[in-house]
């Protein structure tokens, strides 16, 4: 009854396993309820029988399972700090005034970064 309410389909025998439910919770849906309804009606299309499976279930933003991204902690700012004043280093070759220049910050500040993040020797 749900599905037939939220995709506008005719089918109300039709109904979701398990399986199929925790996908629909796992996916952030970037669309929205759009999505959702997207997602859902392609199911009913693709659904053999009465029972929606996760293997009916087919999003459009969804990235294939070997490329998938691992969940890591997102680096610390002090961490992406670090590595982008390294990265301005390795381009200007070490000239420390153009690295200050790009951050828009002064070579006083830039020293005290330096020492901060243990990159005085760079």
């Given at each position: 009854?749900?599905?037939?309410?939220?995709?506008?389909?005719?089918?109300?025998?039709?109904?979701?396993?398990?399986?199929?439910?925790?996908?629909?919770?796992?996916?952030?849906?970037?669309?929205?309820?759009?999505?959702?309804?997207?997602?859902?009606?392609?199911?009913?299309?693709?659904?053999?029988?009465?029972?929606?499976?996760?293997?009916?279930?087919?999003?459009?933003?969804?990235?294939?399972?070997?490329?998938?991204?691992?969940?890591?902690?997102?680096?610390?700012?002090?961490?992406?700090?670090?590595?982008?004043?390294?990265?301005?280093?390795?381009h200007h070759h070490g000239h420390r005034r153009r690295v200050a220049?790009?951050?828009?910050?002064?070579?006083?500040?830039?020293?005290?970064?330096?020492?901060?993040?243990?990159?005085?020797?760079?």
């Amino acid at each position: 009854m749900l599905l037939s309410r939220l995709t506008g389909e005719s089918r109300p025998h039709c109904r979701l396993d398990r399986s199929a439910i925790q996908r629909l919770k796992d996916y952030h849906y970037p669309g929205n309820v759009r999505e959702l309804r997207n997602v859902l009606q392609r199911a009913l299309v693709h659904c053999r029988g009465t029972v929606i499976n996760a293997a009916d279930l087919h999003f459009q933003f969804e990235l294939p399972t070997a490329v998938r991204p691992e969940r890591a902690d997102p680096p610390s700012l002090a961490n992406m700090e670090r590595e982008h004043i390294c990265d301005l280093l390795e381009h200007h070759h070490g000239h420390r005034r153009r690295v200050a220049e790009r951050l828009g910050i002064s070579e006083r500040t830039l020293y005290r970064k330096l020492l901060r993040h243990g990159l005085g020797n760079c």
